[in-house]
């Protein structure tokens, strides 16, 4: 099934519209979501099943993980992409680490970006929606392939 970029990014707003919070290894709306699980979340919403090894990774993804597994993981079932656009999700390095997760939602210099976060200052985080700081780096930038 092919996904609507469009709608995927119109979807991840109105979670932070909605004021969603942060919760780790969250899936729903209602109680909250992480970085890995809202992308995984906007594709069930329009009928996307992610592969069940795939899913299986997602659920093992630990509050301190292993970025550097992400980056394989997310190279062996999404494509990778030299520039992103609206849809694309971003690999953000945290202290070194490729492990957080953002999508892209506007084509903007810089792009916005929705990603469920919580830092040291908002210890219960929320999904935000911010321009990409130059500060922070992108490890690698994946399009969501066509999942039968």
């Known amino acids: 099934m092919k996904l609507d970029r469009q ?7 109105a979670l932070v519209d909605r004021g969603v919070r942060f919760r780790h290894q969250g899936r729903s709306p209602e109680t909250g979501m992480d970085c890995i699980n809202l992308p995984a979340y ?8 992610l592969p069940a ?22 190279r062996r079932f999404f494509l990778e992409v030299e ?13 070194r680490n490729p492990k957080h997760l953002a999508i892209q939602v506007s084509d ?13 200052t908002d210890p219960t985080g929320a999904l935000k929606r911010q ?5 922070r ?12």
Not at 53 to 68: A, I, Q, R, V
Not at 83 to 95: F, M
């Open 53 to 74: 090894e795939l899913e299986k990774e997602f659920e093992s993804y630990t509050e301190n993980p292993d970025g550097w597994r992400l980056l394989e993981i997310m």
């Open 131 to 135: 321009p990409l700081d130059f500060r």
């Open 42 to 49: 906007l594709c069930e919403q329009q009928g996307i099943k």
């Open 83 to 95: 520039t992103s656009t609206s849809g694309d999700l971003l690999i953000i390095y945290a202290r």
């Open 108 to 120: 903007d210099d810089p792009p916005m970006i929705v990603e469920a976060y919580r830092s040291e």
């Open 7 to 13: 709608q995927f990014c119109a979807d991840a707003i």
């Open 137 to 148: 780096r992108v490890a690698a930038r994946f399009r969501i392939p066509d999942f039968a």
